[in-house]
C-alpha cells in the first residue's frame, strides 16, 4: 500500500493516537490470508479502538464508543451499534485531529474506570 491515501490516513491516525495516549499498545490481531499484516490495535488499560483498512476508506473502530462524549459529531458510522461507535475517513477527508485525540483520551478514561 506505499504511496496509498489509506496508508497517510492510518499513519495519521496512529500518530494521534500516541499522541493523545502515551503509554498505548498497538498491536496487529485478527491475521487471515486476506489481510496478512492483519487490524491494528490500540490498547491502554483495555482495548481503545481498531484501525482497519478497506477499498474506499479507513475505519476507525472506538471499542466502547457510545459511551464517549462526542461533541464535535466525529462518529459517522456504527451510530445505533449498543457498545461501539466509527469513524469512516475517505479518500480527500480531513480527521478533525482535536477531536479524535479528546475521544483517544475519554476512551482510555473509561478504561480506567
Known amino acids: 500500500m506505499s504511496g496509498d491515501w489509506r496508508t497517510d490516513i492510518v499513519d495519521a491516525v496512529r ?4 499522541a493523545a495516549a502515551p503509554g498505548v499498545v498497538e498491536e496487529a ?11 491494528p490495535t490500540f490498547s491502554l488499560d483495555g482495548l481503545i479502538c481498531t484501525v482497519e483498512t478497506y477499498k474506499d476508506k479507513v475505519k ?3 471499542a ?21 461507535r466509527a469513524i469512516d475517513i475517505h479518500h480527500g477527508h480531513l480527521l ?4 479524535f ?3 483517544v483520551r475519554s476512551a482510555v478514561e473509561i478504561n480506567r474506570g
Open 64 to 84: 466502547k464508543g457510545a459511551s464517549l462524549e462526542d461533541p464535535s459529531n466525529i462518529f459517522n458510522a456504527s451510530l445505533d451499534a449498543g457498545t461501539r
Open 29 to 39: 490481531k485478527w491475521r487471515k490470508a486476506s489481510n496478512p499484516d492483519g487490524v
Open 60 to 62: 476507525v473502530t472506538f
Open 96 to 99: 478533525d485531529t482535536a477531536a
Open 15 to 18: 500518530n494521534s493516537i500516541v
Open 101 to 103: 485525540e479528546d475521544l
